[in-house]
C-alpha cells in the first residue's frame, strides 16, 4: 500500500454534484412507460383468506392483470426463502409471496394487480373484494410469551429459536458475587425507514430471452440469484442493477422482497415492463422493523464494580416471519459484551413469533439493544456503588495489549469472537476529555443555579464490521486513460464513488478525477454478498485494492518493455508509469491500455498517436503469453478469517425540561476508531447520521401497534422522526488503531453512530433526573410519569436527595 | 486432453433444430417497434457534392431526423479507421461515413434518414434532390493502371501499396533455367453475398447511459471498441451482440461499416430504438467485393517441372478505399505458394484505387487467386514439358520430413510463413484414387465415344489458419449443472454450439446436452478478435478447452476437500466427480457449484439439497483463499506464435457441351487435412459449401461493371450464383495430421473447400477441351469465344491435334 492520491483525505463526495442538483436515478425515475403494479394487503393481523373476487375490478379501464397465489407457478408460489438458517432457528418460518391461505400481518400482501399506470392499479386493487375469517392477534412480547394464542399453528409457544451464547460458569460466579442486582429493560420497535422506499422495476428482453430488474436493494446478487432461481432462468439472463438508492439501513438486504419476485415475473409473462414503487403506509406495514426486545438481566459484581458474572435472558420480537434468520439475536447476545470483560457470561434468547411485520435488521442489528443492556448495568453497578460511572466503566475494559482478544462465543458469521485490535481506555479518555467529564457537576451546578436541570451521560461499544464471506473489485484501465472500478455490492448513500476511487488512485497513482466506480450492477460484477453490516469499505475496499495492485503490477510489466526498464524500476504517478525519478522516460496509463492488447486497431487514435512503443516479444511468442490476459484490468477478492472491531465512546449532556419533562440534547460527542480513516469527513458523515438515528430511536421513534395488530401511527404524520431541530451538533474526535487482519488496516463506520444511543441519553436522563430509566424510547409524558411515580417510591425518594446532598 | 463426449464424432448440428423449424432470431426479426434508417446513396461513381436539399422531405409524415456529413458531430464525422496498417500501403484511404464533400463509388452514402418506417424512410430519401458534378470514373485494373484519372487526387497513379515478398535471387534462378514461361492470368471480381445483408439495430438507454447495438457482424468486440471510440463513450457502456447472422463470408468482418456508427449515434441522439437492414440492391453496392486480379507470371523450371524461380506481378483492385489494409495481396502473394518449393520467389502487388465498392476478405481471402496462378502454372509447365500434370505437382511438393518448413516470408500475421505440419504427397495420391485420375484416360475415350466431351483437373492448396492475436473462453457450471460456455467471436453458421460444445463436454466430462454456448455477446465476453481466416475452431476451439481445464481443475479441488479424497484421484463423468473406479464417492457438478461460492443461500433448493458436503477449511482461514475466486468458472486465452496450416487436395471432372459450350460438373473430390477433426460432419459442410461458391466464382459470378462505374448486375436476378441444381455430390475424404502448435491438434476448416475450385475446374476445361484458360469465370459465352479463336491460332491447333492423337 502506497497511500496518496486522497487516501485519508477528507475529500469531497464526488456523488453529491450529480445528487445534489436533482440528477439521481431512482428507482422511481427509471420506466416511466412501464405497467403499474399495486398490491391488496390484508387489513387484518391474522385471518384466514376465504375467497378472493375480482369481478369488481375487472371493468377498470387499463387493468392488465390480476394474480393471487393460486395463479403463481411452481416456486414462484413457494414460501420465500429462509436465508440464513441456524441451528437455533427451529421453526424458521417464511411467508408465500401472495398469501395462500393464511395471513399473519397487517400489510401481507394477498392480491397483485397490474394496470397502465399506479392509479388504476389502485382503483382496480380498491374493488377487489377477499373476504377474511379473523383469528386471535398475537401482538407484543408478553402476548406472545404467554402463548394463549399462536402466531404459525405448528410454532409451539410461538418459539422460533432460542440461542444460547454462554463462557464461564455464571451461576456461581454470581452466587459468589460480593455484589447482585436484577432487572429488566424495554426497547420499542423502530424501522430502517429510508426516505426513498422499496421498489421494483423489470423488463423482459424477449430478443435476448434476458430479464433486467433494477431494485431499489442492498444486494442485487443476491436478488439476481433468487429471481433466477424462481422464474427457472440461468442467472446469466439476469441482470440486476440497484440504481440511487434512497436509503437503506438495512431493510433493503433483505432478498427477495415477493415484490422483487412477483414484479418480474410479471414482467416476463406479460412481455411488458412492469415497476412498483412502494409508498409510506406500504413500507410502514409491508417492510420490517426491529429493534423490540425485552431483556432480563442479573449481574453479579465486585466492590470495584468489576463485573464477575453476567446473566441476560433476552426476549426477541420476530413478527411474523423469519426470512433473515436470527442475525439480530446473535448480534445482541455477542455485541452486548462492548469493550469489557464480562466475568461469567451467559445469553438466553427467545426469538418469538407476533402477528406484527417481519423484524430483520436496522442499522445497529441488535447492538443499540445490546448496548443498551451492558450500559445501562454499568450505570446500575455504579448507582449501587456510589462510584463514578466512568470508574466502573474504566475497571471492565480489555487493555491495549490484551489483543487479539477472545470473548469465548461465536459470533453473527459463525467465527469467534475475537476482537483485533484497539484502545478502549484511550477512547473513554477522550470522550471524558471532549464532554468535559471531570468538570461536569461545576456546570450542572451553574445550570442548576439558572432553575435548569441537565445531566451527562456516556457508553461504550464495540462493533464488528466487514463480517465477510467475501467482496471482490474489478478494475480496468481504458484507451483513454479513464479508471473503471467495480465491485458487486451496492450503494445506498455510503460515498463508495469516494472512497473506492481514493482506494484506487492511491493505489494506482491516478487523480480520483480517472477514476468510476460501478456498484450494485450485476453486468459488471457478478459476485457479491451486499453492504450490511459496516461492511462495504472493509470488504470491498481490500478487494479493489488488491484488484488494483494486479493492474499495477501489470501496468508495469507492460511499460518495463516499452521503455525497456525493470518493472521494480518504475512508478505510476499522475497516470504516467515512468522510472522512479525520471520523467522523462515516462509512458501515459492510457498507452500502457492500448498496448495490452495485441489486437491493436483500438479505434482510439488519439491512444493510437500515443503508442510510439512496441510491446516486445519474440517470433517465437505468443501475442498473449500463457497466463496473461488481454486488457489492461484485473479482478480480485477479498475474504477475511474474520470480523474486525471497531469501537467508540459516546457522551452527551442533555437538558430536561423541569416542567414538561421534555429532553434536549445540549452538546454530543463521539470518539470513534474504526481503523485507517480513507476520508476522515465521509466517515463523521457517517457518524453524524447515525447518531441522529440513535436520537430518533432514543427520543422519538415506536410502532404503535394496538392489541389488534393494527399499526396506528404509519405515516409520518404519526410516526416521529428527529428532524434537524432535534439533533445536536456532534463533536467528533477519531482514534486510530489499524486492523492487522486486511491490508488497508481499516474497519467498517456504518452503523457505529446510532450504537450507543439510547444508553448515552438513557444514562444522561437518568443522572439529570435522578430516576431509573429502563424503556427507551422515552417520550416527555413517560419521563413526567416516572417522576411522579418516584414520589411514591420511597427508594428512589432517598436516592435522589442523597445524590443532591453529594452534590452539595 | 482426454477425447470422448462426442469429439471427434459426427454430432448432429445442436443449432439446426432452432434454425431450421425458424426460430432464429436475425437482425430483422429484432426491433420491430424501432424507427428504420434508409440512406441516400450516390448514383455516382465518381463526383464531387455540390448541394443537398432535403426541403422535398420535409413533408413526408413520420419523417423524425435527415443528417448529412455537416450533422456529424466530432468523431462521427471523421473518416473510417484503418483497420490494419501496414508500411507498404502508403497511401491508405477510407471514406467518411456520411459524403463530405467527394464520392468515389456508386452507392457511398450521403444522406441518413430515419422515419417511423422504413417505407417512410426510403419514400424521404426519394425525396432528398443532391446536386452532383460528375468527375471522371476509373474502372477496371488497366484503366487504374494507366492512371489518367486519379481516383484520390493526392494518390499519385492510383497505387495505394506495393508490396514486395521475395526469397531467392529470382532473376539469377529464372535466367539460369532450363524452361521460361511467360503468361498472364486474370480473376474477376466476386462478393460474399450472404443471404441475410448487413444490418443495425441500437437502443440508447438513458436510464443507464449505455447503448445496446446488435448488429449482423463477424466482430461484435471491434464494432464496440469502435462506436465507444467514435460515440465517445466507454467500451462498458456499450454493449454489441451479433444475434444470428444469416452468413458473413468475410464481408461481416469489416468494422464499422458507416451504418455501424451512424444508427447507434442517432439512435442515442433520438433517444429513440434505431434499425437499418440492408437491401440486397445495398448489398451489391455499398458493402465489399473481392477476388478482382490481374497476374503477370514469369517461371523457370528443370526438365523434370520442378520450379527454379518464379516471379509474380500482381495488379490488385481495392476498389475505391482501404479500411481494411492489403491483408488480400499479402495473403494472395504468400499463400500462392501452397504446398510446393519455388525455388526463388518473387511477388510484387500494386494495389490500386478503382472508382468500384471497396474489396475486402471474401471466403478464401486471396487465396483463390493465388492459387489459380500457382496451379495455372503447373499445368503450363506440364503442357510445356508433355508430363502429366500429376507429376509436375509431385516434383514441387514439401515432403512430409520437411516440417517445420520455412517459406521464407512474412505471412498476414505479419510473423514468418512456417508451415507446421502435413503430409501434401499423401493428400495428392488421396485425390488421384478418390478421381480415378490414373484410370481417367480410358473413361475420356469412353466419354468420347458417346460424342462427350470431358476433361479432368486437379489442384492442391494450403491455407494458413488459426491466425491470432488470440481469443478467450469462459466457462461457468451453475447450480443446475447447465454448463455456460462463452466466447468473444461471432458465429455465422459455423456450427459453434456443436464443436465448441463438443470440445467443453470432452474436456469436462459432461453430456454435450449440458452445455450451452454463447458466442458474438460483449457481455459475455469483451475481449475478442473476429470470426475470420478460418480461425473460430481454433482459437476459441484451444482457449475453451484451456477454460474448461481450469474449471475442472478447480471442480476436482472442491469436489476433493467434500469426499476428502484426492483431487488427482477423483474424475468427471456424466457431470458427476468421483473417485476413478468408485462411483460410491461422488458429489455431482451442480453441487460443487454450489459449494464453490461461500455466500451459501443460494437459492436453489435442490442443490441445496444436494449439498451434503461442506467445505473445509479451518476457522483461520478465509472462505475465499488467496489465489481463489467464488463461483466454478474459468477464463483462459489461446495465442499461438503463428498460424498453423490446413491442406487439401481437389479433383474434378467436367463435361463441356460441344455446342454450346456449357460446362458441367461430374464428379468433385476432395481431400482435406485440417489437424485433427472435432466433427468430420461440420468439416464436410464447411468444405460442401466452400466448393459450391467456388463453383460460382469459376463458372458464373462477376461484378459487370460498365466504364462509368455503374454495376449492371447489381440484384439476384442478373448476378449468377449457383443454384443446388450446378453443385455435385462432392467426395470428400479426411487426412490428420495434428498441429504441434495447439492443444487439440487442430487446424482451421472454414475457407478450405472455395480456395482451389477455380484452379480445378480450369484444369478440367482445359483438359477437356485443349484450350488454354487464363481467366475466370468462364462463361459459355467466353468458351465458345476461346474456341473461336483457337481456330486461328496454328498453336493451339496444333498442341489440340497432337494431344488428340497422343490419346489415340
Chains 1, 2 share one sequence.
Not at 68 to 82: A, C, K, N, Y
Not at 791 to 798: F, N, S, V, W, Y
Request: negative net charge.
Amino acid at each position: 500500500m502506497s497511500p496518496g492520491g486522497g487516501f485519508g483525505d477528507a475529500v469531497l463526495r464526488r456523488e453529491d454534484p450529480r445528487l445534489l442538483t436533482g440528477r439521481g436515478r431512482f428507482l422511481d425515475d427509471l420506466g416511466h412507460d412501464a405497467l403499474a403494479a399495486a398490491f391488496v394487503r390484508s387489513p387484518h393481523a391474522h385471518a384466514r383468506v376465504v375467497d378472493i373476487d375480482v369481478a369488481g375490478a375487472l371493468d377498470v379501464a387499463g387493468l392488465v392483470a390480476i394474480y393471487t397465489w393460486e395463479d403463481l407457478p411452481g416456486r414462484v408460489g413457494e414460501p420465500l426463502p429462509l436465508l440464513i438458517p441456524h441451528p437455533a432457528l427451529t421453526h424458521g418460518r417464511t411467508a408465500h409471496p401472495l398469501a395462500r391461505d393464511v395471513v399473519r400481518h397487517v400489510g401481507e400482501p394477498v392480491v397483485m394487480v397490474v394496470a397502465r399506470d399506479r392509479y388504476l392499479a389502485e382503483d382496480a386493487a380498491g374493488l377487489i373484494r377477499v373476504e377474511y375469517e379473523t383469528l386471535p392477534a398475537v401482538v407484543g412480547l408478553e402476548n406472545a410469551e404467554r402463548a394463549a394464542d399462536l402466531v404459525h399453528e405448528d410454532v409451539p409457544g410461538n418459539v422460533g429459536a432460542v440461542l444460547h451464547q454462554e463462557t464461564g460458569d455464571v451461576d456461581a460466579a454470581i452466587g459468589a458475587a460480593p455484589h447482585v442486582l436484577e432487572f429488566r429493560l424495554d426497547i420499542e420497535r423502530s424501522a430502517s425507514m429510508p426516505l426513498e422506499g422499496r421498489g421494483v422495476y423489470a423488463r423482459w428482453d424477449a430478443d435476448d430471452e434476458s430479464l433486467r430488474v433494477y431494485t431499489s436493494t442492498q444486494a442485487s446478487t443476491s436478488v439476481r440469484a433468487a429471481v433466477a432461481a424462481k422464474l427457472g432462468l440461468a442467472p446469466a439472463k439476469v441482470e440486476v442493477i440497484a440504481p440511487d438508492v434512497g436509503g437503506g439501513f438495512g431493510v433493503k438486504i433483505v432478498h427477495p422482497w415477493p415484490e422483487e419476485i412477483l414484479v418480474p415475473w410479471a414482467a416476463r409473462l406479460l412481455g411488458r415492463e412492469v415497476k412498483w414503487t412502494e409508498d409510506r403506509r406500504e413500507h410502514f406495514v409491508a417492510a420490517a422493523h426491529e429493534r423490540a426486545q425485552i431483556q432480563r438481566v442479573r449481574v453479579g459484581f465486585d466492590d470495584a464494580g468489576r463485573l464477575l458474572g453476567m446473566d441476560v435472558r433476552i426476549l426477541h420480537d420476530h413478527g411474523a416471519y423469519t426470512p433473515y434468520g436470527i442475525i439480530i439475536p446473535i448480534i445482541t447476545s455477542t455485541q452486548l459484551l462492548g469493550p469489557y470483560k464480562p466475568g461469567a457470561y451467559r445469553a438466553e434468547v427467545r426469538s418469538l413469533y407476533t402477528n406484527t411485520l417481519i423484524v430483520t435488521p436496522y442499522r445497529g442489528a441488535g447492538r443499540p439493544q445490546g448496548v443498551f443492556c451492558m450500559e445501562r448495568t454499568m450505570d446500575r453497578i455504579a448507582d449501587h456503588l456510589g462510584l463514578d460511572r466512568a470508574r466502573v466503566r474504566e475497571a471492565n475494559l480489555i487493555q491495549p495489549d490484551e489483543f487479539p482478544y477472545d470473548q469465548g462465543l461465536t459470533f453473527q458469521d459463525g467465527r469467534p469472537l475475537i476482537y483485533d485490535s484497539g484502545d478502549y481506555p484511550e477512547l473513554l479518555r477522550k470522550v471524558k476529555d471532549l464532554i468535559g467529564w471531570e468538570g461536569f457537576e461545576a456546570e450542572r451546578a451553574a445550570a442548576a443555579a439558572e432553575g435548569r436541570r441537565i445531566g451527562v451521560g456516556l457508553g461504550c461499544y464495540v462493533e464488528g464490521t466487514g463480517v465477510g464471506p467475501y467482496e471482490g473489485g474489478h478494475v480496468e484501465i481504458d484507451s483513454s486513460g479513464r479508471v473503471h472500478v467495480s465491485t458487486g455490492l451496492t450503494s445506498q448513500g455510503q460515498s463508495h464513488q469516494t472512497v473506492f476511487a481514493q482506494i484506487a488512485a492511491a493505489e494506482l497513482g491516478v487523480p480520483i478525477e480517472d477514476v468510476r466506480v460501478t456498484t450494485g450492477d450485476t453486468r459488471r460484477f457478478g459476485y457479491a454478498v451486499g453492504t450490511f453490516a459496516s461492511r462495504a469499505a472493509v470488504m470491498s475496499g481490500n478487494a479493489i485494492a488488491l484488484a488494483c495492485r494486479k493492474v499495477r503490477d501489470k501496468a508495469l510489466r507492460i511499460a518495463g518493455e516499452a521503455l525497456e526498464a525493470d518493472p521494480g524500476d518504475l512508478e505510476i504517478t499522475d497516470g504516467v508509469v515512468h522510472v522512479r525519478g525520471d520523467r522523462s522516460a515516462a509512458v501515459p496509463l492510457r498507452t500502457v491500455a492500448v498496448l495490452s492488447n495485441p489486437l491493436r486497431y483500438a479505434f482510439d487514435e488519439e491512444a493510437a498517436r500515443a503508442t510510439q512503443f512496441a510491446v516486445g516479444g519474440s517470433q517465437d511468442e505468443p501475442p498473449v503469453p500463457r497466463g496473461e490476459e488481454p486488457g489492461l484490468e484485473g479482478r480480485d477478492y477479498y475474504s477475511p478469517p474474520r470480523s474486525t472491531f471497531a469501537a467508540g465512546a459516546h457522551a452527551a449532556i442533555v437538558e430536561v425540561d423541569p416542567e414538561t419533562a421534555e429532553v434536549r440534547i445540549l452538546r454530543y460527542a463521539v470518539v470513534h476508531d474504526c481503523g485507517r480513516l480513507i476520508n476522515p469527513m465521509v466517515v463523521e458523515g457517517q457518524i453524524h447520521g447515525g447518531v441522529a438515528q440513535g436520537i430518533g430511536g432514543a427520543l422519538y421513534e415506536r410502532m404503535a401497534y394496538d392489541e389488534s395488530g393494527q399499526l396506528l401511527n404509519a405515516s409520518f404524520m404519526d410516526f416521529l422522526m428527529p428532524y434537524a431541530t432535534e439533533i445536536p451538533r456532534i463533536e467528533t474526535d477519531h482514534l486510530e488503531t489499524p486492523s492487522p487482519l486486511n491490508p488497508l488496516g481499516i474497519k467498517g463506520a456504518g452503523e457505529a453512530g446510532v450504537i450507543p444511543v439510547s444508553a448515552v441519553i438513557a444514562s444522561a436522563v437518568e443522572d439529570a433526573e435522578g430516576l431509573r430509566i429502563d424503556a427507551m424510547p422515552l417520550a416527555p409524558d413517560e419521563l413526567y410519569d416516572l417522576r411522579l411515580r418516584a414520589l411514591d417510591d420511597p427508594a428512589l425518594r432517598t436516592r435522589r436527595a442523597s445524590r443532591a446532598a453529594a452534590r452539595g
